[in-house]
């Protein structure tokens, strides 16, 4: 398809398990971003890559959370020892400049 | 203090009516200012840009006031189908390329 793509939709995990979360962007858009959002609240910054550089890894809420983007394209953000705070939205977005971003349907990952 | 903010509502407005939404940010290095909609669990989809000179698509007006750091959005003759959550998007031009920060988002309820 020629939209962001996430995969899996639905993630119930249980507390203490790994998770990998997979971000398929647009073809050829070099910037890639993670948020993460809670229910009520607009979407918070994670990570950012422009191409297969992780730039700024400011918004990762711990040593936990980790992501990459190894050739640039297809990314995964992956949460260790997963608590129940961590149950949320997980929004992908790509962008070719300083426009529009697109936005993946997002994983929304439930910590039980 | 957060970066973007916006009046998190919500706004419950008859069918018909004018409505507008503030946001204010913070940093005055601020690059780009966009308005994203977002209904119940669906990915944040862009609305329109907003421009210093204001723009308008139709009901939907935007403006910008870099003096003020803020931005607004008024919506006319509001339609049912405009319920949702209004995201406020700051674009910052950082060393290695831009980075998006939203807003909490303003809810808005259209009723008949």
């Known amino acids: 398809g020629a939209g962001v793509s996430q995969s899996p939709r639905y993630k119930v995990a249980k507390r203490g398990q790994d998770v990998a979360l997979r971000c398929d962007p647009i073809?050829?858009?070099?910037?890639l971003f993670w948020y993460q959002q809670a229910l009520g609240q607009g979407p918070e910054f994670l990570t950012y890559f422009q191409n297969e550089a992780q730039l700024d890894k400011s918004g990762l809420p711990s040593d936990r959370f980790f992501a990459e983007r190894p050739e640039g394209s297809v990314s995964t953000l992956k949460i260790q020892r997963t608590q129940q705070e961590d149950s949320a939205v997980y929004l992908c977005a790509s962008s070719s400049s300083y426009t529009e971003a697109f936005f993946g349907q997002g994983t929304r990952l439930t910590v039980v | 203090r957060k970066e973007v903010e916006q009046d998190p509502g919500p706004f419950n407005v008859p069918e018909g009516a004018t409505v507008a939404f503030n946001c204010t940010y913070s940093?005055?290095?601020?690059?780009?200012f966009f308005w994203y909609r977002q209904d119940c669990r669906k990915e944040p989809k862009l609305l329109m840009s907003v421009y210093s000179s204001g723009n308008e698509d139709g009901r939907f007006t935007a403006q910008l006031n870099r003096a003020s750091q803020y931005i607004s959005l008024l919506i006319r003759d509001s339609k049912l189908s405009d319920s949702a959550t209004y995201l406020c998007?700051?674009?910052?031009?950082?060393?290695?390329?831009?980075?998006?920060?939203f807003g909490a988002g303003t809810i808005l309820r259209v009723k008949s």
């Open positions: 998007v700051v674009i910052y031009t950082m060393e290695y390329g831009n980075k998006l920060v």
């Open positions: 940093n005055s290095a601020s690059q780009s």
């Open positions: 073809s050829g858009h070099v910037s």
